[in-house]
């Protein structure tokens, strides 16, 4: 693809950088560093089962997001999940049922996938599927979550499957956060965040990267606050623009160059979090990692997608195997026509290609229809 890379390699060494650090981050914890450790041994094993595939021409990546609802109680300004109608007020009777997600959690088990990230809209409001998500005590699941449902059966919940992780949304300090996500947000996850550290609970924080908090956001007065609440990863994202009025919160090529620099020092200045930037670490990875590169999204109703800000789907979990949705003819075309490739102005690729995309889309389902 234009460059000496190999992904499996550089998924397989990021998953077994995080399972490390997170080892290490919980060594004070005996309950969870024994959790920690047990999830290495069984991380090594899906390694073993992606490779065993590779070497039968067959690519595995290890990652999974699965957005588990469309439905969310909140409405975070500039939200591409709202501007795209995939997040909701009321929840649809055509989404997948508890007993569907558990069904592509166990063939995800079987396949080796690692880490399945739950997204939603709100996934908290989906309290059987994360259920069913904790019996599967060999891949992790970071809750991508507004931090609002938290209640004192969640919190049982959590103790009891440390596989699951909160992985809670803030965008700042309180006035960031309360302007793009509503009055009061910000003092109720600073609470969820130190009954969690009460409990002994590892979590982490989801930080959108726009360019009004860019530089808060990194900031060591920020990140104290969170590391002294017992924060273990600060997953960045990017801003992804979908409406002309949101565009002027997406970084820049400057703002880009700031959050890479100072992500690289905190690696190595505070390495008690892990730091994780999106799109920003696929950089290093010679283009973007979705559409089975290194992940690929299933959305609330089962499409099957390149990533969440790609919501492109030909194939659906509902009529074929999670295995069969990964070499779609979608996913496919994305690699073999090279539009994964990172030569595009900045951010996100599939976002900043979607034409491409959609072309790719149309041409398979007009090849589908000759053919039948």
Same mark, same amino acid.
């Given at each position: 693809?234009?460059?000496?890379? &190999?992904?499996?390699?550089?998924?397989?060494?990021?998953?077994?950088?995080?399972?490390?650090?997170?080892?290490?981050?919980?060594?004070?914890? #005996?309950?969870?560093?024994?959790?920690?450790? +047990?999830?290495?041994?069984?991380?090594?094993?899906?390694?073993?089962?992606?490779?065993?595939?590779?070497?039968?021409?067959?690519?595995?990546?290890?990652?999974?997001?699965?957005?588990?609802?469309?439905?969310?109680?909140?409405?975070?300004?500039?939200?591409?999940?709202?501007?795209?109608?995939?997040?909701?007020?009321?929840?649809?009777?055509?989404?997948?049922?508890?007993?569907?997600?558990? *069904?592509?959690?166990?063939?995800?088990? =079987?396949?080796?996938?690692?880490?399945?990230?739950?997204?939603?809209?709100?996934?908290?409001?989906?309290? /059987?599927?994360? !259920?069913?998500? /904790?019996?599967? %005590?060999?891949?992790?699941?970071?809750?991508?979550?507004? +931090?609002?449902?938290? &209640? =004192?059966?969640?919190?049982?919940?959590?103790?009891?499957?440390?596989?699951?992780? #909160?992985?809670?949304?803030?965008? /700042? %300090?309180?006035?960031?956060?309360?302007?793009?996500?509503?009055?009061?947000?910000?003092?109720?996850?600073?609470?969820?965040? &130190?009954?969690?550290?009460?409990?002994?609970?590892?979590?982490?924080?989801?930080?959108?990267?726009?360019?009004?908090?860019?530089?808060?956001?990194?900031?060591?007065?920020?990140?104290?606050?969170? $590391?002294?609440?017992?924060? !273990?990863?600060?997953?960045?994202?990017?801003?992804? #623009?979908?409406?002309?009025?949101?565009?002027?919160?997406?970084?820049?090529? $400057?703002?880009?160059?700031?959050?890479?620099?100072?992500?690289?020092?905190?690696?190595?200045?505070?390495?008690?979090?892990?730091?994780?930037?999106?799109?920003?670490?696929?950089?290093?990875?010679?283009?973007?990692? $979705?559409?089975?590169?290194?992940?690929?999204?299933?959305?609330?109703?089962?499409?099957?997608? #390149?990533?969440?800000?790609?919501?492109?789907?030909?194939?659906?979990? !509902?009529?074929?195997?999670?295995?069969?949705?990964?070499?779609?003819?979608?996913?496919?075309?994305?690699?073999?026509?090279?539009?994964?490739?990172?030569?595009?102005?900045? /951010?996100?690729?599939?976002?900043?290609?979607?034409?491409?995309?959609?072309?790719?889309?149309? !041409?398979?389902? *007009?090849?589908?229809?000759?053919?039948?």
């Amino acid at each position: 693809m234009g460059r000496d890379f &190999d992904i499996q390699e550089y998924m397989t060494k990021g998953v077994e950088r995080v399972v490390a650090d997170a080892v290490k981050a919980t060594l004070r914890n #005996p309950k969870e560093s024994a959790f920690m450790a +047990g999830f290495a041994k069984a991380a090594a094993a899906a390694s073993r089962k992606r490779r065993k595939a590779e070497t039968a021409d067959e690519h595995i990546p290890p990652f999974l997001i699965a957005s588990i609802t469309s439905r969310c109680n909140l409405h975070c300004a500039g939200c591409y999940s709202r501007c795209n109608h995939a997040t909701v007020d009321e929840e649809p009777i055509s989404q997948l049922t508890d007993a569907e997600w558990l *069904k592509t959690f166990e063939e995800a088990d =079987e396949m080796g996938i690692s880490f399945i990230l739950l997204a939603g809209g709100e996934p908290m409001l989906r309290r /059987g599927v994360i !259920k069913a998500a /904790g019996e599967r %005590k060999n891949i992790l699941f970071p809750i991508f979550t507004n +931090g609002t449902y938290m &209640d =004192e059966a969640y919190f049982k919940l959590l103790d009891e499957h440390r596989n699951l992780i #909160p992985v809670m949304s803030i965008e /700042g %300090k309180k006035e960031k956060t309360d302007v793009r996500r509503g009055e009061g947000i910000y003092d109720r996850l600073i609470a969820n965040m &130190d009954e969690l550290h009460r409990r002994g609970l590892i979590f982490g924080a989801s930080v959108t990267a726009t360019t009004e908090n860019v530089r808060e956001v990194v900031s060591d007065e920020f990140l104290d606050e969170l $590391a002294d609440r017992g924060c !273990k990863a600060v997953i960045f994202v990017e801003f992804v #623009p979908v409406t002309e009025e949101s565009s002027e919160l997406a970084p820049g090529d $400057a703002e880009r160059e700031y959050l890479a620099t100072a992500i690289a020092r905190l690696r190595n200045e505070r390495p008690e979090m892990v730091y994780i930037s999106f799109p920003g670490d696929e950089k290093s990875s010679g283009g973007c990692v $979705a559409a089975g590169r290194g992940f690929f999204h299933i959305n609330s109703h089962g499409g099957a997608e #390149p990533c969440p800000f790609s919501p492109y789907s030909d194939v659906n979990i !509902k009529s074929t195997s999670l295995r069969e949705a990964i070499h779609s003819p979608l996913f496919t075309a994305l690699q073999s026509e090279g539009v994964l490739l990172d030569d595009h102005d900045g /951010g996100c690729v599939l976002y900043e290609k979607r034409e491409q995309v959609e072309a790719l889309l149309r !041409k398979g389902r *007009k090849d589908i229809n000759e053919q039948c």
